[in-house]
Each structure stands twice: as structure tokens, then as C-alpha cells.
């Protein structure tokens, strides 16, 4: 797949790119028909199957101090849209000046001089230029005067609801990860780099791999069923694991009015007698069900209890997943 960040530094040899628009934040259901469609017209009629999309996120530039949480990081949407077939994806860095750009200037920039673009699928709410000026009908026309054939495709809907990714980030919000995961057609995740703790998970019989959380949607605090993918010399392996989202406030001290930094502290469920070294290598964290929200214990043996019935808890999810009975 081509990876271009910025659509000037793009160079396509034809004239057959179909082209699909939009911020595409978790690749959703909705999203997903889309991306389809583009890749079956580029198949059919030989062209690229083509993605504009932007970073950072319109939002963050149009309202300064807005840091939009997101529900799949950039790199992350890249990989997810190349996974799913895509031949170019062009990451627009979004600024002011590009902000300012009219509608008309944008369609001749992007779709015309940019991709080349011979078709053309967007969105029931897709608009463009500045201040959203650009919509389906002037789209349409101009569409027209440039022999682009343009599809506006209406929304995946769910529970009688359009899929959106505001609405996977309320479920999100509200632990409802079972439905946000239909929505998304995967489970929310986290991935990243395992860092060295502060070795309390061990100390407690509880060895956790640790990650930063980075500029993503932060889970509701509390513990969760996850599954844990190991990345190790270019190996995956997939392990049931229970999770926690959190500030661990049994360890804070009260004297300290910093506030404390979120950790996803992920444990392994492992076979008897094994263990896994994951220090400096990659983890993905899959949270599949919300089991309970973070609390403080009295004491480091109350914890300690209430971990491993965390543990049994997620070692039954997990049975019952597999037999079908959960």
C-alpha cells in the first residue's frame, strides 16, 4: 500500500483512482461500506482503491486546545485500511491554511489534480471547504463537468441507529464494550510497547505487562476480559488476560494532589508453569467485557484477594466463551 502524507506529494500514473473522503476515526461498520464500495469499483474498472483522510484530526485545529480522544490512533487506521484492502491512503497534515481552502478549491486540489479521480463515494453527511461549504449538490455538479461519477451512500444503521463514531465512543464510555465492538466489527483495543512498572503486580502474585495509554480514548476505570496478542520476532500469539484501566488508587497517597497518570496494567493468563517476557516488545490489548469499576482496598491483601477473583473471573469468561455459553 502507498502511505502519502499530504495530498502535493502524491504521483498516480492514471486517471482511475476511486476515492472515498473523511476522518475515518475507528473504521467502523459505517465506514467499512464505504471502503468496500471503493475497493470493488477500483477492482472493477482497474484504478487504486484510494482514502483521504486527515491528521491530526479537523477538530484539533478548528478549536484549539481540543484534543480529540481517539478510537484508533493514526497509525492504527492506516494499518486497519491497508489491512482491509485499500492502494493509497494520503494523510492530509490539517491546517489552518488547508482549512481555508473554498470548496471549489478543495474539489480541484484533492479530487481533480490530486487523485485524478474518475469515481468518487461519500457519506450522506459529507461536506468540504471551508466552513463546510462544499455540499452533495455542488459536489454533484462539478462532479459532472469533470466526468467523475460520484455515489453518496446512505448510513449503516444498527438497533435502529445510525453507526457513528461519536456513538461507539458514548458505548465506549458508558463500558458497554460488547456493543461498541459490533459497531466497530473488532474489539477495542490498545497496542503498544510494553514499559517496566513498579513491579506491584509481581510483588502481589499478579505480573502485569504495562502500557502508556497515549492520546486514545481512556476506558472507564475498572477492570475488564481482554485478550492479550504478543508480537515477539514477528510472531503473534493470542492469550485470554484480564485487564485494568486506571489510577490504582489503592496505591495513591493522600498527601499528593497530582493527579495520577492512567495505566493499562494487562495480566496473562498463562498455562501452569509458564511464563512470558514481554519488557520492550509489542502488545495488543483487545477489551472484550467490563467486569467492574476501579476501587480502593483497605489494604494490599484486600487487593490481592479481589485480583484473583478478578482472575477467575476472566478464566470462566473465556471457558464459557469457548464452549458458547457465555
Not at 472515498?20 to 468496500?36: A, P, Q
Not at 466497530?184 to 504495562?210: C, E, H, I, S, W
Request: glycine share 8%; charged share 30%; aromatic share 10%.
Amino acid at each position: 500500500m502507498l502511505h502519502v502524507r499530504g495530498i502535493d506529494a502524491l504521483s498516480l500514473d492514471q486517471d482511475q483512482a476511486v476515492v472515498t473522503i473523511g476522518n475515518f476515526d475507528g473504521v467502523h461498520l459505517g465506514h467499512r461500506k464505504i471502503i468496500e464500495r471503493v475497493i470493488r469499483e477500483a477492482k472493477r474498472i482497474g484504478g487504486p482503491a484510494c482514502v483521504f483522510t486527515f491528521r491530526p484530526h479537523p477538530q484539533e485545529v478548528l478549536r484549539p486546545g481540543t484534543q480529540v480522544k481517539l478510537l484508533t490512533l493514526y497509525d492504527e487506521k492506516v494499518k486497519i485500511l491497508e489491512d482491509l484492502g485499500v492502494d493509497v491512503v494520503v494523510e492530509e497534515p490539517f491546517s489552518q491554511d488547508f482549512f481555508t481552502l473554498t470548496a471549489r478549491e478543495f474539489f480541484e486540489k484533492v479530487i481533480v489534480r490530486g487523485f485524478k479521480a474518475k469515481s468518487l463515494f461519500v457519506g450522506h453527511d459529507f461536506a468540504f471547504g471551508k466552513k463546510r461549504e462544499g455540499n452533495l449538490e455542488l459536489l454533484k455538479v462539478w462532479c459532472a463537468e469533470k466526468g467523475i461519477d460520484v455515489t453518496v451512500l446512505d448510513p449503516e444503521e444498527s438497533g435502529g441507529e445510525i453507526v457513528s463514531s461519536t456513538r461507539i465512543r458514548g458505548l465506549l464510555n458508558e463500558g458497554k464494550i460488547s456493543e461498541a465492538a459490533i459497531l466497530m466489527d473488532r474489539f477495542f483495543f490498545y497496542r503498544g510497547v510494553v514499559v517496566k512498572g513498579d513491579q506491584r503486580g509481581r510483588l502481589l502474585g499478579f505480573p502485569t505487562a504495562n502500557l502508556k495509554l497515549e492520546n486514545k480514548l481512556a476506558l472507564p476505570h475498572g477492570v475488564y476480559a481482554t485478550w492479550a496478542i504478543t508480537t515477539k520476532n514477528g510472531k503473534h500469539e493470542k492469550f485470554p488476560s484480564v485487564t485494568n484501566v486506571g489510577v490504582r488508587p489503592t496505591f495513591k497517597v493522600e498527601s499528593s494532589q497530582n493527579e495520577l497518570p492512567i495505566v493499562v496494567e494487562c495480566h496473562l493468563i498463562l498455562p501452569a508453569g509458564e511464563t512470558i517476557d514481554l519488557y520492550g516488545e509489542t502488545l495488543e490489548v483487545q477489551f472484550v467485557e467490563h467486569f467492574r469499576s476501579e476501587k480502593k482496598f483497605g489494604s494490599f491483601e484486600e487487593l490481592k484477594i479481589q485480583i484473583s477473583k478478578d482472575k477467575e473471573q476472566a478464566q470462566n469468561f473465556f471457558r464459557n466463551l469457548r464452549t458458547g455459553s457465555a
